[in-house]
């Protein structure tokens, strides 16, 4: 008789996989969207609460530090209690959260929403990966993982979209009176991302579905047979001599940092570090490209907002671009190559914009290298390392520490994007724009040398 993963790997693709799929790309989403629309927002709580540079970085750093919270503490918990019942819980607190920031008082309490908000974000990725690693055949795993997790693009197109819509309204309606925007477009923005929050939560009820793996793992075989009749949508009969034995008995934390799954750990996370402090380090960068392709000299505040949406959009279309060539490639090519190769043009990015400095300012040659040298970036790492190490985190453990073993990697992640985003600016003022680039490009060359090496060490991987 068959066991589940061989009968999993012969499947077609149900409609519970594509609900399935759909619940998590449309939490990738909507944490694409959150990430995006508070620097969006910022400009108008700036003005409307008398921000401090502190506080102002306060509120941008909350969301990622809860994130790495999150990921590090809910993607343990989500081994425990179950993939559905953390989801639950997840989209409850992305809910609520999100609600309480849009009628956030004053600063205070708007950092600590925020940083609910991001608790919220960091547990999507771990239940996320989780959820689709298991549950779809193996031959289409990489590009419905990858398909998901390119949703934080979309994400972040309709958080620009958002502001483009709400301050224009603002504009129409307010245009003379602009303390209404600065009072309450920041509001709009963030409580359009409520209503896409209940908008998830209403797929979430319609898909009440535990992962048979996981019920595997923890051997209650009668509940999994009927998780799995119900996701292959044929009567499928899970018991223990159809299951291997090692996967009767489930891995603790702790197995993480053993012998046996230290070197995946070490994969799963350290490269995940390394691309976060990049990605983030190089929004020091952005808001030059930002400003000479939303011609920010507008003096109109309002007008001012929507020409840097609108600037946006644009770079994050090539964010896009670089997803969409990941799901294409990710099975010709492979993770391993793709992570390798992406880390390298990433490097060869970094490279390029720190030559720029090299010539005038404002001139051809250093907006036209700014340019190409920053779309190149987000090109190969959305089409390797933002997409392959989401991918990874998922692949490089058992079913009973997948959740844990991703939610560490993304933890650690995020650890990098704090460092990222707020200790290279500081770096930044005694050794410059060009040498914190080199730095930068020197972390994504070790990423790949890191990936390769540490591939060669995996004890677990499952890829096919």
Known sequence: MKNFAQQLDE????????????????LIALDGFDFFVIGI?????????????????MIAVSAIAGALVGSLTLGAITDKIGRQKMLLIDVFLLITASLASALSPNTTFLIVTRFLVGVGIGADYPISVAYITENVPSRHRGRMVIGAFAFQGVGTVIGALTGIIVI??????????????????????????VLLGFLVGILRLKFLLESPSYYISRGEYEKASESASVLLEKEIIINAETEPISDQKPLQYTALFSSEYRINTLFASFPWFLQDIATYGIGIFTPTIIAFLALNNEADFLVQQIKSAQGAIVVDSFLVLGFILAVLLINKWGRIFLQVTGFLGMSFGLFILATSSLFPEQSMANIGLIIGGFFLFNLFMNAGPNSTTFLLSGEVFPSSIRASGAGLAGAIAKAGAILGAYLLPIIQEYIGVKNVLFILCGCCFLGAITTYYLSTKLTYFKEK
């Open 11 to 26: 499947s077609s693709i149900t409609r519970p996989m594509w609900l399935l799929w759909s619940l998590s790309a449309s």
């Open 41 to 57: 927002a910022l400009p108008f709580l700036k003005i409307d609460f008398g921000l401090t540079p502190t506080d102002t970085a």
């Open 168 to 193: 224009s309204y603002f504009q129409s309606v307010y245009g003379e009176t602009p303390s209404f925007a600065i009072h309450y477009a920041w509001r709009w923005m963030l409580g359009i991302g």
